[in-house]
């Protein structure tokens, strides 16, 4: 009788934190965690107009006045690429620019800047975080993740090193550029 017990505490030692595992997951009483700062776009939205072959963007769309969040996104486009380090060559920010943008040039020194048209902004302004967010595409010109603006000198470093710490992953397991 002594063997039949064994086997049993054996088996239930082996067995019962699979059931126990199970358990928790079917019944939803644990939320895995994330690892990502930003929000992550569901689906990924595809802009053809930004594929670059093995380049990750920041990109962000110039409003026609630039307020404090405005500024603070054009800081966080110029360091975050410094602040990658050696990954710097995989990584570009873009500043998408309307006709009528009257933003003094001293702001948007570092920054590439490209005109788009009415097209881009309507589709850009129909994604579920606007035309206020910092946005990172990968080299498809796949818009995976996106950052709203914030205000304040603390809020706007926080963004900053939140998307660098995104960035920083992605580029090391990307496949793709």
């Given amino acids: 009788m002594k063997k039949y017990q064994l086997l049993l505490v054996v088996a239930a030692v082996f067995a019962l934190p699979i059931i126990i595992a199970k358990l928790l997951l079917h019944q939803q009483w644990y939320q895995g965690g994330v690892t990502n700062r930003g929000q992550l776009l569901q689906p990924a939205v595809t802009v053809t107009e930004f594929a670059m072959p093995q380049t990750w963007q920041l990109i962000y769309w ?69 035309l206020t967010t910092i946005y990172i595409a990968d080299p498809h010109g796949n818009m995976l993740m996106a950052y709203p603006l914030v205000a304040g000198e603390e809020a706007i470093l926080m963004q900053g090193k939140d998307v660098l710490r995104d960035l920083k992953r992605l580029l090391k397991v990307s496949k793709i550029g």
């Fill in 62 to 130: 110039l409003p026609p006045t630039c307020d404090e969040r405005c500024q603070g996104a054009l800081f966080n486009l110029r360091q975050v690429p410094q602040a990658v380090g050696a990954d710097s060559q995989r990584l570009h920010s873009l500043v998408l620019v309307a006709n009528q943008s009257t933003i003094p040039a001293a702001l948007l020194q570092g920054l590439d800047q490209r005109k788009v048209d009415a097209s881009l902004q309507q589709q850009l302004t129909q994604l579920e975080y606007g």
